[in-house]
């Protein structure tokens, strides 16, 4: 299964609105809207993948459960990035003080931001180089650390604002820098 890339430009652009009700009636299908307008969509992962993100996703909740602040998504949540690209990282995290901007109506809809942290796990079917230009996309949008972590060849690049690309070979765990205060992913799990 590999991702497909639907050019819709020349024929319609599609608005936050119409996008979100196309997600919605398409529930079965990844779906995200890049800044140029094309619709990406995305397979579901394979299990060893699935089982990975899970135990991504199960950290970071427990360091956010603890500590309380902010608040954790997996990669249902679509958010709205001001270049107009619509995305979904396999994990993202926001401060509570920016979950508390948002208005009632803001929060049932794909979140009109950025997150401050992201995750992006290498799947099978990803292509590194797109998957590292979503990570650039991030951070020209206002990431303020991101991890792509890639188990096939066991090397995490860490992406943080004004500065170049940290690539790491086999790491037994990345800390949240000050973005996430003592959090420390066990890299153990996803490299088994």
Request: with cysteine; net charge negative; glycine share 6%.
């Amino acid at each position: 299964m590999t991702t497909l890339t639907l050019n819709l430009t020349p024929i319609l652009k599609l608005n936050n609105e119409q996008f979100e009700q196309l997600a919605a009636v398409n529930q079965d299908l990844g779906l995200e809207l890049n800044a140029a307008g094309e619709l990406i969509i995305m397979p579901p992962t394979g299990g060893e993948t699935g089982n990975r993100n899970f135990e991504l996703d199960g950290q970071l909740w427990l360091w956010n459960r603890q500590n309380n602040l902010g608040k954790a998504f997996d990669s249902s949540t679509g958010f709205r990035l001001r270049n107009g690209a619509t995305r979904s990282p396999d994990l993202s995290w926001i401060t509570t003080e920016r979950w508390d901007n948002l208005t009632s109506e803001q929060r049932k809809k794909f979140l009109p931001l950025c997150p401050d942290f992201t995750v992006e796990l290498v799947s099978e079917n990803d292509d590194l180089a797109t998957t590292q230009a979503k990570m650039e996309e991030y951070l020209a949008n206002g990431l303020r650390l991101g991890w792509l972590i890639n188990p096939k060849t066991q090397t995490v690049e860490i992406y943080r604002p004004n500065q170049p690309v940290e690539v790491l070979q086999s790491p037994n765990n990345l800390s949240g820098e000050n973005v996430l205060p003592g959090f420390v992913l066990n890299l153990q799990p996803i490299w088994d």
